[in-house]
Structures are given as structure tokens and as C-alpha cells.
């Protein structure tokens, strides 16, 4: 059951969604971090952080950082794909400088490679309209799991 204390730290007005054949791990939940593993797919709603806040989904090698947006991650052995309808994420991996990815755009890290090595570029119009048609679960409803 959700409670006052966890739905604050995920957001009132996040929401996620998992692919099938995917696995999600919560490996911080916190006051000051909310950090997911994921391996396969998530659709994310994250609402805005406060500003010591930090939302992190950890994917392979790369570590993707938001602060409130709506965007995709999918990882499997060929790499990582992130794709974002609006908003801003920074794509981490080891000493690369970060990769910004802004609305209605994505950028795929292939496995072996470095953040440096991609490039975000448009999503395709049947690309964006797949990511906006995606239900991610909001946390209130949580509370009837």
C-alpha cells in the first residue's frame, strides 16, 4: 500500500508503466533519491523534483537523470534507447560527458559504446505518438493495489 511518505518522494503526479518481459529494481527510495534498475522497458511520468530531489534509472551502463518529464527507457543486450515526449533527461555512463535528450527526441547507446558516441535526434511522428498513447500507472492508484 502507497503511503503519505513514499508517494512524496515518487510524485503525486508521476506514474510508470513496465513492458512485458521486463524487470524493474528499486535500489534507492529516499528522501533525496529515487533510483530504479531496469532491464527491457519503462514508460515514465516523473513529476518535478524539488530541488535536492533526484530521480535516476539506471540502465546497463548508463544512468539516466530527470527532473520531471515524460519519457521511455529501454534496455536489452544491443544498448540503450531513450526516448522523451517532453521535458529533459541527462543520459550518464562512466567519465563521458552527458547526452541531453529534449522533447521529441531520443538517443540509443549501443551496448560497448559511450555516451559520447550517440546523438539524440527526432523522434519519428509514429515514435512520439507511441510514447504519448502509453498508460503509465499513476501512484494514487497504488493505494487499491
Known amino acids: 500500500m502507497a503511503t503519505a511518505a513514499s508517494i512524496s518522494r515518487f510524485g503525486e503526479a508521476s506514474a510508470f508503466a513496465l513492458g512485458p518481459h521486463s524487470t524493474l529494481e528499486l535500489r534507492s527510495f529516499d ?31 548508463s544512468t539516466i537523470e530527470v527532473r520531471g518529464t515524460r519519457f521511455a527507457v529501454k534496455h536489452d543486450a544491443s544498448g540503450t534507447l531513450v526516448s522523451c515526449q517532453h521535458g529533459l533527461v541527462a543520459v550518464h555512463a562512466n567519465a563521458s560527458p552527458d547526452l541531453m535528450v529534449g522533447t521529441a527526441r531520443k538517443a540509443f547507446v549501443a551496448a560497448g559504446h559511450t555516451v559520447a558516441e550517440a546523438h539524440a535526434v527526432p523522434l519519428t511522428a509514429e515514435e512520439l505518438t507511441s510514447l504519448a498513447t502509453a498508460t503509465p500507472w499513476s501512484v494514487p492508484g497504488w493505494a487499491d493495489l
Not at 533519491?33 to 539506471?58: H, I, M, S, W
Open 31 to 61: 528522501a533525496e533519491t529515487v533510483a530504479l534498475v531496469v532491464d527491457g522497458t519503462v514508460d515514465l511520468e516523473v513529476a518535478p523534483r524539488a530541488k535536492n530531489q533526484r530521480f535516476y534509472v539506471v540502465a546497463g551502463d
